[in-house]
Every structure is written in structure tokens, then in C-alpha cells.
């Protein structure tokens, strides 16, 4: 089900395009939108099975540790056997995971400099005379906009469905609860290292804390910019849509 609403989200956003720059526009079929609609399918597709993949890899490690969690279950007490069962799938789990944090701090100031860009956009295309004055770059301007919001739209919700949310953490914090349900008396020692190596693998990192104030700041310059004179920045042009 992921996977045909990562492979149609592409073909939607690429159909509103080339509508805009066609049959809105009123420029007609020319060469380089089919080239430009072309591209932007094949490298919307690429990044929704980059996120397909990154899916595939959440779900994989969520049975893994479910898989680990009854391993341990049945093999309670066998220290050697099940720490061996539990850091070799600690080390692939954050594997994944530091390719999920440079994803995200990548891809999260991204999104905010989308963010800004559009409605740095939108604010100019509200006080400029030239776009508001003409009835037909009005309304290009306006579904352009549409598409802009439509693929951060997308996009976002797309990778926070891949993911399952901001971070997945929660992956291996659900298979510590459910290992921690299993402890027993029993074998004292046994769950005691266990849960040394979980303390020991589970160290706060400030990642996630250095990206949240960078796109706070970008947050905080849009939004600031509002309260600034753009009269400046708006150009005027006469003539109408070319279409080359």
C-alpha cells in the first residue's frame, strides 16, 4: 500500500505541473515541459523509493526485535548466547539509525527552508502590483503555489511514514519494555548484564537537539521577514507569460 502511494504521489504532482505550465499557462505542448515534467517524475519516483526503503528497513527490525525478544525468552540464562543474539542486532539497528539521523538533518532543514521559501513567496506574491494586476500570471502564480504546498505536503508525510514519526528510537525503546517485562528472579545475573549492555548501547546524543534549533532559527527568519518592507524586492514586467 506504501509503496503504490509512493509511486503515484510523483505522477499527481507531475500531471499538476505539466497542467500549469500547458493548459493554464496557455503556452500548449512545448518541448522543454514535457522534458521538465519528465524529470521531476523520475526524481520524485527516486525519492519515494528511497523512503520505501527506508519502510521496508523500520518494519524488517521491528519483527527483528520481536524475534529477538522470544529468542531471549527461550533462552533465558544463556548469557553468551543471547548477548551475542542481541549486539549482533544492535549493531545493524544502528546502522540504520545513523542513516535515518543524516536523512533527518538533511532533509528536516530542508522541509523549513521549503516552508519559508513559500510563504516568503506568497507574502510577496500578495504585494506585488504587477502579478495582482494581471488576471492570468495571478492565477499561475496561484496554482504554482498550490503545487509547492502539494509537495511538501507529500513529501513530509511520505517520510514520516516511512519512518513512522521524527525518530526511530521507538523501535528499540518498545523492545526494551518488552524485554523488561520478561525479567525474572530467576536468573538475577543474567537480566543484570542484559541490562548493563542496554544502558550501555541507549547514550543520550545531542543530534537531534542541534537540528531542532538551526530550523527553529530558519523558522524564526521567515517569519521575521514579514515585518519587513519588501517593496524593494517586488520587480515589475510588463510583458506577459513567454512561452519558449
Known amino acids: 500500500m506504501f509503496f503504490c502511494f509512493c509511486m503515484a504521489t510523483p505522477l499527481l504532482t507531475a500531471v499538476y505541473r505539466f497542467l500549469i505550465f500547458t493548459v493554464i499557462s496557455g503556452c500548449g505542448f512545448q518541448v522543454t515541459t514535457i522534458l521538465t515534467s519528465i524529470v521531476g517524475i523520475i526524481f520524485n519516483q527516486a ?11 523500520r518494519v524488517s527490525f521491528q519483527r527483528q526485535f520481536n524475534l529477538l525478544t522470544l529468542y531471549i525468552r527461550d533462552h533465558e540464562g544463556e548469557e553468551r548466547r543471547c548477548r551475542g543474539a542481541f549486539f549482533s ?14 536523512s533527518i538533518f538533511v532533509m528536516f532543514p530542508a522541509f523549513v527552508f521549503a516552508i519559508s521559501s513559500n510563504l516568503t513567496y506568497q507574502y510577496m506574491l500578495a504585494n ?3 502579478i495582482t494586476g ?11 503555489l498550490r503545487l509547492a504546498w502539494l509537495e ?12 513512522g514519526g521524527i525518530q526511530v528510537e521507538y523501535v528499540f525503546n518498545n523492545f526494551v519494555t518488552n524485554l523488561l517485562h520478561l525479567r525474572s528472579s530467576k536468573h538475577r545475573i543474567f537480566w543484570d548484564t542484559l541490562i548493563k549492555d542496554i544502558n550501555h548501547v541507549t547514550q ?21 521577514f514579514s515585518s519587513q518592507d519588501v517593496t524593494d524586492m517586488v520587480v515589475c514586467n510588463t510583458t506577459s507569460i513567454v512561452c519558449v
Open 152 to 163: 511538501i505536503i507529500l513529501s513530509l508525510g511520505s517520510y514520516l511514514i516511512a519512518i
Open 89 to 102: 542486532t544492535i549493531v545493524d539497528f544502528h546502522c540504520f539509525k545513523g542513516l535515518v539521523n543524516l
Open 134 to 144: 494581471n488576471p492570468l500570471n495571478m492565477n499561475i502564480s496561484h496554482h504554482s
Open 47 to 57: 525519492f519515494g523509493l528511497y523512503l520505501y526503503l527506508f519502510h521496508l528497513l
Open 204 to 224: 543520550d546524543s545531542y543530534f537531534y537537539l542541534v537540528t531542532i534549533i538551526f530550523s527553529f532559527i530558519s523558522i524564526f527568519l521567515t517569519f521575521n
Open 128 to 130: 506585488s502590483p504587477c
